[in-house]
């Protein structure tokens, strides 16, 4: 990537998922030109004051890509709605401006094409994503940890961040933060964050949680969310019936990948959607039926549900028919959205995960156009907060300091170090907070939590370039 202090992205796609990806990125500072066919969505777009450059046009056009500055950008993301269009915008970048370096990522409904990385190069695509398939899995793991909003893992699942929500008559209210730390074992996870009203609040033992508080859990394997789970109550549930409102790519990936292990009803409003995911499934039960229906609802006994996840294509249903799931007995409901002011309106209103797929897909982004120290990296909710795993090189200034006695910068919270000389060939992590006097060697690997997302802090005890 060019050595300057700011990343200048250009995204190709102002769409509902481009629009989206635009206003996390614009959290990060970069100089961002944004570019659509559809004079609609570029207007629609520069009326929520996103700070970059718009231009209307054909975003596989020579000249456009030039005027865009694609020429001299750090990155390229190919956000359409069309494959052909994403694959040849790139294509075209990388044959009209060969000495360029930008990372050139595309958006791709196919798997297909995400899975041969072969082809895609041969496109001049450096990463190939599908947001359907990813939600699918983060689904999944939202399933796998009871009592969680969001799931971000690590080294093999031996290290786990959980986005937790405390809810109305969860047993969360009014509990302190030491009463969770007096749960489980103390050793064995962290409370990174506490977030009241999109605001970071001093994580002291004396802070007392309050319905609708957002915690950033840090945790060996699920240690982390056992002792909230503790705290709340059981939260186990005996029903194994799980509910997808949606016939859509993306309800077909998420019963995929559950209906071995789970009871799965699937309701989709057209007859023609509904013969196409049978065709594709083979325990999931497929009934035609709008799912906003209160009696197609009780007739599949919503109340035994355990979770009800609505995937449709227009987020407003996907609300309604998630909060009528739960108005009538369902444990659980995720939505799935793609305007990212509804998240925090969703949180607050009985919802207990919010599929945002440009928020489960932008640290995938971000990590491709980070340098490499930079493992991985991941947004955290939609205060603009991340969590970034970075691999220490022997340069770093922090090499030969206990890991608990670094300075670190005021918008970073040291959370787990994993010890290249100590982990095992699964990957665990050989310590987790309580050694302070484990000495941070080259090799080793961090994760830090950022509150304002600006990573660029940690640079200064890594002593590499970072941009984004």
């Not at 009241?196 to 394997?221: G, I, K, M, N």
Request: glycine share 8%.
């Amino acid at each position: 990537m060019a050595e300057h202090s700011t990343d200048r992205i250009v995204i190709l796609g102002a769409g509902r998922f481009g629009g989206s990806i635009a206003e996390s990125l614009a959290k990060t500072k970069a100089i961002l030109t944004i570019v659509d066919v559809d004079p609609d969505n570029v207007s629609a777009l520069r009326d929520r004051n996103i700070d970059a450059r718009f231009l209307t046009g054909d975003a596989t056009s020579p000249a456009l890509l030039r005027k865009a500055g694609c020429e001299d950008a750090d990155a390229i993301l190919a956000l359409t709605n069309h494959d052909i269009t994403n694959l040849a915008a790139c294509h075209i970048c990388s044959t009209l401006f060969e000495s360029s370096r930008a990372v050139r990522i595309a958006k791709l409904g196919s798997q297909e094409l995400v899975a041969d990385r072969e082809l895609l190069a041969k496109f001049g695509v450096t990463l190939g994503y599908n947001p359907e398939e990813m939600v699918a899995e983060e689904f999944v793991k939202i399933l796998q940890f009871t009592g969680t909003r969001a799931v971000h893992s690590y080294w093999n699942n031996s290290v786990n961040v959980f986005v937790i929500g405390v809810g109305e008559d969860d047993g969360l209210a009014g509990r302190t933060l030491a009463e969770l730390r007096g749960a489980g074992d103390p050793k064995a996870f962290r409370v990174a964050a506490a977030i009241r009203d999109r605001e970071h609040l001093p994580v002291a033992d004396e802070l007392a949680l309050r319905e609708q508080d957002e915690l950033v859990v840090v945790s060996q394997r699920d240690e982390g969310i056992s002792a909230v789970n503790r705290l709340r109550g059981d939260q186990r549930s005996d029903s194994r019936k799980v509910f997808i409102a949606g016939g859509t790519t993306v309800g077909r990936a998420i019963a995929q990948r559950i209906e071995s292990r789970y009871s799965v009803t699937m309701i989709e409003p057209s007859q023609t959607a509904c013969a196409e995911m049978i065709q594709h499934l083979n325990q999931t039960v497929v009934d035609h039926g709008n799912p906003t229906d209160a009696n197609i609802l009780r007739n599949e006994n919503i109340e035994d549900a355990y979770y009800f996840c609505a995937v449709t294509g227009r987020d407003e249903e996907n609300i309604l028919s998630a909060l009528l799931a739960k108005d009538m007995g369902c444990r659980k409901a995720a939505v799935l959205v793609q305007q990212n002011s509804y998240n925090d309106v969703l949180f607050h209103h009985r919802i207990d995960t919010v599929l945002s797929p440009a928020n489960i897909t932008i640290g995938t982004m971000l990590k491709e156009m980070s340098e490499r120290s930079r493992e991985s990296i991941q947004h955290v909710g939609d205060h603009g907060a991340q969590l970034v795993e970075f691999s220490v090189n022997d340069q770093a200034p922090i090499v030969g300091s206990a890991f608990a006695g670094i300075d670190w910068p005021a918008n970073v919270v040291p959370c787990v170090l994993s010890s290249r000389s100590k982990r095992d060939g699964g990957g665990r992590a050989s310590q987790l907070f309580a050694d302070s006097q484990q000495v941070v060697k080259a090799g080793d690997r961090i994760i830090v939590y950022v509150t304002d997302g600006d990573s660029r802090s940690v640079n200064r005890l890594l002593d590499v370039p970072f941009y984004v």
